[in-house]
């Protein structure tokens, strides 16, 4: 059962702090690195990272506002994390005081979908032309071209292994394919989808994903609908996928330029942890966003948290026995 005395403190722990320095619009984690979750804060439009440490209970800034951090990425030894900044991944040990920049100069632009395979490479999809490929880079800049081509997308790569699992897009036709990361070229298609966009592929092994589907021109409502996957293998070797649910977002966390999160929807992607999937959603017609846990057994979803010092939820962590989640804050306190 999931521990609602820290999942309260820590929000508690986040929303006092944050009203002492730059009483920010949202407070959401990121990630966890051993016992520390590390947590961004955006207020008008600038996002700053801090560290929340669960045994010592102390909450600092760990990162200079000279950087604007996104897509904040573990290392797989635990020895930091990496960050976009400014359309280059950097590195911050914790051992080290100053921040590593990986230099590129390859002419790729537009980094994405990246996932760590070890301490020391990473693998992404990045726009090179009118096209984005699949590229692999180590920390000290050498790029290895995996997949790509003048004609369609390779997009949001995940490493299983030796296997390579990846979405294509071709002329408004989205498909899932995977490959041994050795002989790329040599693919097996497993989903194909005609009629929606395939984005943020999360892998849980070489024989089970899940993917967010999303609608062909969100900025035509006030709310938009993005639909969560999950596609599995059978014994037979075939592939098969279903719709688990719908996920509504208010419009204006994405485009409006004045309230918009810096980091998209990365906060909002549901995530996947021991058969259950959290997620947030508007609820209408108030507009606010709602934490939920869908049970992967029975198939069926429940508010499971509603916090009170904020307007909307969103940005779930899970670790064992704890479950961590932000929002944007629903007013301010001042203190005399």
Request: glycine share 4%; with cysteine.
């Amino acid at each position: 059962m999931h521990n609602l005395f820290l999942k309260n403190l820590f929000i508690c722990c986040l929303y006092v702090a944050c009203t002492f320095t730059h009483n920010p619009e949202y407070v959401y984690p990121v990630c966890c690195i051993q016992n520390k979750v590390l947590v961004v804060e955006q207020c008008e439009g600038q996002p700053e990272l801090y560290a929340f440490d669960v045994q010592e209970m102390t909450y600092e800034k760990i990162l200079s506002s000279h950087y604007v951090p996104s897509l904040i990425m573990p290392l797989p030894d635990n020895s930091g994390f990496s960050f976009l900044d400014d359309g280059r991944v950097r590195i911050k040990y914790f051992c080290k005081r100053g921040v590593r920049t990986i230099d590129i100069f390859e002419p790729i632009y537009a980094i994405g979908g990246l996932q760590w395979i070890d301490a020391h490479a990473c693998i992404f999809h990045a726009r090179e032309g009118s096209h984005y490929g699949i590229y692999k880079m180590n920390i000290d800049g050498e790029i290895e071209k995996v997949l790509h081509d003048d004609c369609y997308d390779f997009l949001y790569p995940q490493m299983d292994n030796a296997v390579l699992f990846y979405i294509t897009h071709d002329h408004g036709m989205y498909a899932v394919w995977k490959c041994n990361a050795q002989c790329a070229h040599d693919r097996t298609l497993l989903i194909k989808n005609e009629k929606k966009s395939m984005m943020f592929l999360q892998v849980i092994n070489d024989h089970e994903l899940f993917y967010i589907e999303a609608p062909d021109n969100p900025r035509e409502h006030n709310f938009i609908s993005f639909s969560f996957c999950h596609a599995w293998q059978e014994k037979d070797g075939a592939w098969q996928n279903e719709k688990l649910f719908k996920f509504v977002v208010p419009n204006e966390l994405l485009f409006d330029d004045e309230v918009r999160l810096y980091e998209s929807i990365l906060p909002l992607t549901p995530v996947y942890f021991e058969g259950n999937i959290y997620y947030s959603s508007a609820e209408k017609p108030h507009e606010t966003m709602v934490a939920y846990r869908y049970d992967m057994i029975r198939r069926e979803s429940h508010a499971f948290l509603k916090v009170k010092e904020l307007e909307d939820c969103f940005g779930i962590i899970c670790v064992p026995d704890k479950v961590f989640i932000g929002g944007k804050k629903l007013h301010s306190i001042s203190y005399n």
